[in-house]
């Protein structure tokens, strides 16, 4: 397997499979022992229903631990996304075995048999021009507030468990459209659409590879993306062509900040920021002011520090 080429030295590969894992914990064991001894970082969530996440290493590291992943049993036709990054985007490596590998609190659904129709790009585009179509922005509050599609809509969850109620309060707006859904990398909209379809609305469409497939392959003259699409390392966003944005993070309430947002007289570098000003206490912004000090002497020294590279 040839990987992309770049001049950047750290390749980051975003994948998910839906697929039968018998034992998930012995998986974990071969693949966490795989990515230390190839210093690879970040983070992969199995469970028995299959693989989710996103790590960075060398390419050939990278591309060791992708052959193998497509050498599992039931593991190929994966959805796989690779990018670059200057710096490591993530600290350390990390797998973790949940009930789901996505979190959407419904265990009935077989995302892989009941998912709705998969589009590309193009054909996206076509779909949510057309204005009876509905579209749906399948992930959480503060990822769409740096970024969405034109027209979409946006469910203000905070997490994906909420997504099914938002479908039974809204279904009156869902029924008898055609309702196109999308998400960061795919995963989340392959169980939102199946569940969708479960409910009775059966003209359901999905963006294939998600955000971020559709940001590598599309013009930004063509695109009808505004904004830039959160991603869960340090980079914080990227950009069409899947260059790194220009958002950064809160490190108080982990949110992600314009850069309009980071002119705010509510922004305190790693103590506040406009969307959680107001929910912590005095005593909290002490705390962060203190670890704030610690990352700034970090810095000042050369050293690395323990919450992110991205200020």
Not at 144 to 150: K, L, M, W
Not at 171 to 179: C, M, N, S
Not at 201 to 214: A, E, M, S, T
């Amino acid at each position: 397997m040839n990987l992309p080429t770049s001049n950047q030295p750290w390749r980051i590969v975003a994948l998910y499979r839906f697929f039968t894992i018998a034992d998930p914990q012995q998986l974990r064991l071969d693949l966490l022992a795989r990515c230390e001894q190839q210093a690879i970082k970040g983070t992969l969530i199995m469970a028995n229903e299959g693989i989710n996440g996103t790590v960075a290493g060398r390419d050939d590291a990278i591309e060791a631990l992708v052959a193998h992943l497509m050498s599992l049993d039931g593991f190929d036709g994966a959805e796989i996304k690779y990018s670059t990054a200057v710096e490591m985007p993530f600290r350390r490596m990390k797998i973790r075995i949940k009930p789901e590998i996505v979190t959407m609190g419904v265990t009935d659904l077989d995302p892989v048999a009941e998912a709705g129709t998969y589009l590309g790009p193009e054909d996206w585009n076509t779909l949510i021009a057309d204005p009876q179509t509905i579209v749906v922005d399948t992930r959480n509050e503060y990822e769409t507030a740096v970024g969405t599609f034109q027209n979409a809509l946006d469910p203000h969850t905070r997490t994906f468990r909420e997504f099914p109620d938002w479908v039974k309060q809204n279904r009156d707006r869902l029924e008898g459209r055609k309702v196109a859904m999308f998400c960061t990398g795919g995963i989340r909209c392959e169980k939102a659409t199946a569940y969708v379809k479960s409910q009775g609305i059966d003209n359901v469409f999905h963006l294939k590879g998600g955000i971020l497939q559709y940001l590598e392959d599309m013009p930004e003259e063509k695109s009808l993306w505004n904004g830039e699409c959160f991603v869960f390392d340090e980079r914080v966003t990227v950009a069409h062509g899947l260059v790194e944005g220009d958002a950064r993070l809160c490190r108080a309430c982990r949110h992600p900040l314009t850069p309009a947002e980071c002119t705010s007289p509510d922004y305190v570098e790693g103590i506040s920021c406009p969307h959680c000003v107001d929910l912590r206490s005095d005593a909290d912004r002490a705390r962060y002011a203190q670890r704030q000090e610690q990352v700034e002497l970090a810095l000042a020294r050369g050293e690395d520090h323990p919450i992110g590279r991205k200020q």
